[in-house]
């Protein structure tokens, strides 16, 4: 049926949607998004380079757009459905992310477009944790938080039949697809009211911040929205400017001519209003929602995260740990400092294998000979053949459980020794979850392929 509504019109509709109940719920957020306007402003006024790279690349028009959210869901069945919920978005699972070794009782994966064009047209994405139940070292407290989660249904009813109409129909018409965005926005809402006891919230939060957060409330409520900056660190010093607290250091790499994967900062969880449920005294405070910024670079390959993950990993083990308030300005010198064998020249990256590239054909260009591959360092030699940064689409498990950890306070962090698995997440979600640099790499070559079939027409 040719008049289904486009999947990447309803991702935009949705994530526009979703970023005014947001700034409904959370007014800072609305400052955070004029900040970051702003710096993007002047930093392309600045630097034409990024100005031209990002109109080449077709990202220029996605810029003020771009948004990335986070929910955190309690049981596999909400997984599952929210996997089904996302596909009608055209958003799919990408990545999988443990962040219990950082102290963080969840795994993860990302919802989001994987074609270049749907990117381009919508880069909404949606950073989904599940709640690991068996990390909750105290058995009675456990089996309570499953029986809660057992009783509550996340999706209304209506969002449930048009996901099932969608799936047997293979798409939605467009005054249905209107009528699921607005279905799927409640999903996603806060609520003020918990269904859960003053008493019992206190032992989930004195379990861990985050468990509470999943467990005590009627849904997964949006926990940030991310918008992209071109220049994280002019943000970090406008929050202060503007009266916005930020975290005590930029998450990710250090600052770079040539930006490599994403860099994150956010301002501090806002204490909310809690009506609980039960007699007595009723009223208490949340504290989980905040806002975040980032700031993304090229995809690197196998090779280049595995020197980044070096890197980083010799700079805690250099400063003692994590990055605080107390060690910040040492973290980011030594950071800088171990960060300087990290080439910082796009070509560099590229021939060194270090991250992704997409290829063009310069206009006017062509050969008088077949090409194949092994003729690409040539034909860019030429300038026959130019090639430009696959920007990176994704999310660093370090740099999510920071965030994560910054915004739970000083007792926010707790040790878990058990292992990833990935297997568990997987049968939770119904579904495998997409390799990103699998999909970087094919879209390198892609782009490689079809170079070389137009130059040999």
């Known amino acids: 049926m040719s008049n289904w509504a486009n999947a990447d019109s309803i991702r935009m509709k949705f994530s526009l949607l979703m970023s005014d109940m947001y700034q409904t719920e959370v007014p800072l957020y609305g400052k955070l998004v004029d900040l970051v306007a702003d710096v993007n402003r002047d930093t392309l006024a600045k630097d034409p380079e990024i100005k031209a790279i990002l109109e080449k690349t077709g990202e220029m028009p996605r810029l003020n757009l771009e948004r ?8 596999a069945e909400e997984l599952f459905n929210i996997r089904r919920v996302f596909a009608v978005m055209g958003m799919y699972p990408v990545g999988y992310y443990d962040l219990a070794p950082a102290g963080v009782p969840v795994h993860s994966t990302v919802f989001r477009a994987i074609d270049s064009e749907s990117l ?5 994405r949606i950073f989904t944790s599940l709640l690991r139940l068996e990390l909750i070292d105290n058995e009675a407290l456990r089996n309570t938080a499953a029986e809660i989660l057992a009783k509550r249904q996340i999706f209304t009813p209506r969002c449930l039949e048009l996901v099932e109409l969608f799936e047997k129909n293979g798409g939605l018409t467009e005054e249905q697809a209107d009528e699921f965005v607005r279905e799927a926005l409640e999903t996603f809402r806060w609520h003020q009211d918990s269904p859960v ?40 010093v406008g929050m202060k400017d503007r009266g916005i607290t930020p975290k005590a250091v930029v998450e990710g790499p250090p600052r770079r001519k040539c930006p490599i994967l994403l860099r994150q900062t956010s301002f501090k ?51 003692g740990g994590a990055p605080t308030e107390a060690n910040r300005d040492q973290y980011m010198q030594t950071l800088t400092e171990k960060f300087s064998v990290y ?69 926010g962090q707790k040790q878990y020794d058990e292992n990833s698995n990935r297997q568990e997440f997987e049968k939770a979600l119904g579904a495998t979850v997409a390799n990103e640099i699998a999909l970087y790499e094919a879209t390198q070559q892609k782009s490689i392929d079809f170079c070389l079939a137009q130059l040999n027409k």
């Open 68 to 75: 990335h959210g986070a929910i955190r869901i309690g049981k």
């Open 269 to 319: 969880a806002l204490e909310e209003k809690v009506v609980f449920a039960g007699g007595g005294d009723t009223a208490g405070s949340h504290t989980a929602r905040f806002g975040e910024i980032e700031q993304r670079g090229v995809a690197v390959t196998e090779k280049g995260r595995k020197l980044y993950d070096e890197l980083l990993k010799a700079t805690r083990a250099a400063v």
């Open 120 to 124: 381009n047209n919508c880069p909404f």
């Open 197 to 236: 006891s003053k008493e019992l919230y206190q032992q989930l939060h004195d379990q861990h911040r985050l468990i509470a957060d999943i467990v005590a409330f009627k849904g997964p409520h949006i926990n940030h929205l991310t918008p992209r900056t071109l220049d994280i660190d002019a943000v970090q």
């Open 343 to 411: 080439p910082d020249t796009y070509d560099e990256l590229r021939q060194q294998g270090l991250a992704f590239f997409h290829y063009t054909v310069n206009e006017g260009k062509s050969v008088d000979h077949k090409v194949t591959a092994n003729d690409l360092e040539a034909l860019i030699a030429e300038g026959i053949i130019d090639f430009e940064p696959i920007v990176y689409e994704d999310f660093l498990p370090v740099s999510a459980a920071g965030i994560f950890q910054s915004n739970l306070g000083e007792n």
